[in-house]
């Protein structure tokens, strides 16, 4: 029961103690009262009595208490810079609603509760890039969108991704070991005391990118305009169009003119680095036969395209293309299985901003077997309505795929329950 009291007693005085900074290997004077004077950690401080006070020397990076007759000190001896920041923020802070300076652990901490971010905005712009400090203050729950909505932005001015950092309790970021932006996260978040942590189950963010296929039964005179190439054979070019909202404004109005149809408008999603692709065609059935089995193999045919970007959060795109145009061809028959003919191009961007590739030449030897011989190309999904049409057929339209890659943001632009274009109305 004693011991009980004792405890809480000294609890009241820790409380109600004093608090002293010391730069290691320097000193600090205290008033000296009574004749006594306890220290928990001699390792850490030293005291020598000058005549009516106590000049306290911290040899040691740490924390101690040190008690006269009278009072209670808990003295943080701490690096020089340490110091040189703790003094400046002394200044900083006055008049900051809220916040308030604390050492812990031999670390310059701002505790208290952060009101208004035009503080830590303050503090993050008068620190130096060599100041090391934590920002622990709590965040009032009313600003915590404000506090979000500027991460966010800094993030995205810098080309990263936006991290989820958490501001419900004390500020901080974790971090897969292996993301290669770790050093760029921390140089920024370090003006404004916030902590990097490792955390091996974190994910590594890449940007998401949307890819918007566009396949348009086009006029020629209309796409000349844009300086593409048609007659050629099956070529990949970026379309020299400042504006890719009003170029897609003039699609639908072409469209609604009559001077030709969208065929198609699918938009797809896929991380950096990794693949999307579009097909539009059919298959046809193989039997293969071996001496104990036999079995069915459906061979596509159609138009294909994978897409292959890598992006970063700048809007940066390095883009891969390969387009695939295949058709059955009867001359090419062995054994009652019609052949299969197929052309391939490959093609390589890298495009500084969003910008419209356009694909053209596509179909142009499967137009001239369409009739003959290859009927089943008019039932074809989106490209098989080119083949009942008389201006396809008579070469005053062209078959383009129009492929823009674009970086999402964090919040997307795409209705994900729409339906494309191509089923409206189904």
Request: charge should be positive; hydrophobic fraction near 40%; proline fraction near 5%.
């Amino acid at each position: 029961m004693i011991r009980i009291i004792l405890f809480t007693l000294f609890l009241a005085l820790v409380s109600m103690s004093k608090n002293l900074v010391i730069p290691l290997g320097e000193s600090e004077f205290i008033p000296l009262t009574g004749n006594q004077v306890w220290i928990e950690k001699k390792s850490i401080v030293r005291a020598q009595v000058v005549g009516k006070n106590l000049k306290i020397i911290g040899i040691e990076i740490g924390a101690s208490y040190l008690k006269t007759k009278t009072t209670l000190y808990t003295i943080q001896v701490i690096r020089p810079n340490q110091m040189e920041l703790y003094t400046k923020f002394s200044g900083l802070l006055k008049n900051r609603l809220g916040l308030k300076l604390a050492v812990k652990d031999s670390q310059v901490e701002i505790s208290g509760t952060l009101f208004r971010l035009n503080d830590w905005l303050f503090l993050a712009k008068n620190v130096d890039s060599n100041d090391d400090y934590i920002f622990k203050a709590s965040i009032a729950p009313e600003l915590i969108p404000d506090v979000k909505r500027y991460f966010i932005s800094q993030f995205k001015l810098r080309g990263l991704a936006d991290q989820r950092i958490n501001f419900e309790s004390e500020p901080l970021l974790k971090l897969n070991p292996k993301d290669p932006h770790t050093a760029s996260y921390r140089e920024l978040l370090k003006r404004y005391g916030i902590p990097v942590f490792k955390d091996t189950t974190a994910l590594i963010l890449e940007p998401i990118i949307k890819v918007q296929i566009t396949v348009a039964e086009i006029d020629r005179a209309f796409i000349q305009r844009y300086g593409l190439e048609l007659g050629s054979p099956l070529k990949s070019e970026i379309l020299p169009t400042k504006s890719f909202k009003s170029f897609e404004a003039e699609l639908h109005m072409m469209e609604s003119s009559g001077k030709g149809r969208l065929l198609a408008s699918p938009n797809i999603l896929c991380k950096s680095g990794k693949e999307a692709d579009f097909w539009a065609g059919g298959e046809i059935p193989i039997k293969t036969v071996s001496r104990y089995s036999s079995d069915i193999v459906w061979k596509k045919y159609g138009v294909y395209l994978k897409v292959k970007p890598k992006a970063d959060y700048l809007g940066r795109i390095s883009v891969s293309l390969q387009t695939e145009v295949s058709s059955i061809d009867s001359s090419l028959s062995v054994d009652g299985v019609p052949g299969i003919t197929t052309n391939k191009v490959s093609s390589y961007f890298d495009l500084p901003e969003t910008k419209i590739i356009a694909l053209s030449g596509l179909l142009q030897e499967v137009d001239g077997k369409s009739y003959s011989g290859l009927p089943g190309l008019s039932r074809l999904p989106i490209i098989g309505p080119l083949f009942s049409s008389r201006d396809f057929k008579e070469k005053r339209t062209e078959l383009v795929i129009f492929v823009k890659p674009e970086v999402m943001t964090r919040e997307p632009d795409i209705n994900v329950h729409a339906k494309p274009r191509h089923l409206e109305g189904l």
